[in-house]
């Protein structure tokens, strides 16, 4: 197994551990850009798909800071982080190795999204759920950004 060429789908997954539709959405916007990814990622070549994605990630950044905002780690956070980073982790995979980059992503989104929960928890003690969603916020979607834009290529033509 080349661990390497996966390192961007278990990033992808970090990512969704903390925020899980940041994924989708920053590959929605890297296509709208124009750029592609290496492993297959038919949905988001879908214009319902792809602005579906940019308004589920708007929406998740703002719905993070009502206060009944539930907790990443109930099942249907869960369920939309394996969803959104399985998805993410396949399209940043190597062509033939979606399956695996899949895997990762996954992996990697589930266990630290128990750890993210937990440093938010901190946070929100110390200077409050609004702030603290916001830094994370910040943080979390600069990592996206950052991986999604290093494992991305311009489309040709």
């Known amino acids: 197994m080349n661990t390497p060429s996966l390192l961007s789908s278990a990033l992808i997954g970090a990512v969704a551990s903390a925020r899980s539709m940041t994924p989708m959405a920053t590959l929605a916007a890297a296509r709208l850009a124009g750029r592609r990814t290496s492993g297959e990622l038919f949905l988001l070549d879908r214009p319902l798909f792809k602005y579906g994605a940019l308004a589920m990630g708007a929406g998740e950044l703002y719905g993070d800071k009502m206060k009944s905002a539930p907790d990443r780690t109930v099942f249907l956070g869960l369920l939309a982080r394996v969803m959104s980073a399985g998805i993410a982790g ?13 895997a990762v992503a996954v992996a990697t989104a589930v266990p630290l999204a128990y750890c993210t929960l937990a440093a938010r928890k901190q946070a929100m003690a110390r200077i409050g759920q609004t702030k603290s969603g916001l830094i994370e916020d910040a943080l979390i979607i600069a990592a996206g950004i950052a991986v999604v834009a290093l494992a991305t290529r311009p489309s040709r033509g």
């Open 90 to 102: 396949a399209a940043l995979a190597p062509r033939g190795r979606e399956t695996a980059g899949a």
